[in-house]
């Protein structure tokens, strides 16, 4: 592997990566054992119930999210079809298309819920102190303000 796909020494991005997989894994695996969608629907459906109206336009939607556009519109197809979300088309901007959760949506949500907390207390919380959860939380703080201060690679009007 040539020297520009190698981690600086000492970097905790490799780590933080796999640690991210697996525990993510784990959660999705308890969701599944339960008999309960994948952890991307609940991801969908909460930022859904807590935007104002209970509604995002698409392209908002996948800035709370930690999919791909593309996917994020398969998904929103999948969650549509199982009635837990509908479209609804912008009055501004015929084009825009809003998600909004519908009532099953948030329902499905809450019964998720227990199983995805009980994960996260398990594979996360039960192995991170109040001193390491504080610094993680400040250093991840850091990270998202200035990677979100970033221009997005392709913007458009950016070369």
Do not use: C
Not at 73 to 93: I, K, P, Y
Not at 135 to 148: F, K, N, P, T
Request: no cysteine; charged share 30%.
């Amino acid at each position: 592997m040539g020297k520009a796909f190698e981690t600086p020494a000492g970097s905790v991005w490799p780590l933080f990566l796999t640690a991210h997989a697996v525990l993510v894994e784990r959660i999705e695996a308890r969701l599944a054992s339960a008999g309960l969608p994948p952890l991307a629907w609940y991801d969908v459906l909460w930022a859904l119930e807590r935007a104002p109206e209970r509604r995002l336009r698409m392209s908002e939607l996948a800035d709370h999210v930690v999919l791909s556009r593309s996917n994020l519109t398969r998904l929103v197809d999948r969650l549509e079809e199982a009635g837990l979300v509908a479209r609804e088309r912008s009055e501004e901007d015929r084009r825009g298309a809003y998600a909004v959760i519908t009532p099953a949506g948030r329902e499905q949500r809450r019964k998720m819920w227990p199983t995805y907390e009980a994960g996260i207390r398990e594979v996360f919380d039960a192995h991170v102190g109040d001193v390491e959860a504080r610094h993680m939380s400040a250093a991840l703080q850091r990270m998202l303000g200035a990677a979100r201060g970033l221009p997005r690679p392709n913007a458009p009007g950016k070369r």
